[in-house]
Nanobody
């Protein structure tokens, strides 16, 4: 099993910044993609930004130029500095990864418990 633990959420004023952190642990043989998703009340979970093991990123248009994902593959950690936050960024942010737990096994999807981000206007 793979565990993902997020931190760094909180309350911030509009225009401010936060930095999210995620650490993966457990029976990890390799991790392919890691990323952040978010879910606001009454809405579906949506992609924020992801990064593959090769460094390829994919992000939502709404965060372009404001959020920049980074990953440390040595210790399986993930960061998301967030700038110029606005009320629409308020949500629970979830860390996600596709990991292989042993050689020859298929990649599986894992989720963290989430960290709350509240942006006050």
């Amino acid at each position: 099993q793979v565990q993902l633990v997020e931190s760094g959420g909180g309350l911030v004023q509009a225009g401010g910044s936060l930095r999210l952190f995620c650490a993966a642990s457990g029976s990890i043989f390799s991790i392919d993609a890691m990323g952040w998703y978010r879910q606001a009340p009454g809405k579906q979970r949506e992609l924020v930004e992801t990064v593959t093991s090769g460094g390829r990123t994919n992000y939502a248009d709404s965060v372009k130029g404001r959020f920049t994902i980074s990953r440390n593959s040595t210790n399986n950690t993930l960061y998301l500095p967030m700038h110029s936050l606005n009320a629409e960024d308020s949500a629970v942010y979830y860390c996600n990864c596709y990991a292989v737990t042993r050689p020859g096994a298929a990649s599986a999807c894992y989720w963290g418990q989430g960290t709350q981000v509240i942006v006050s206007s």
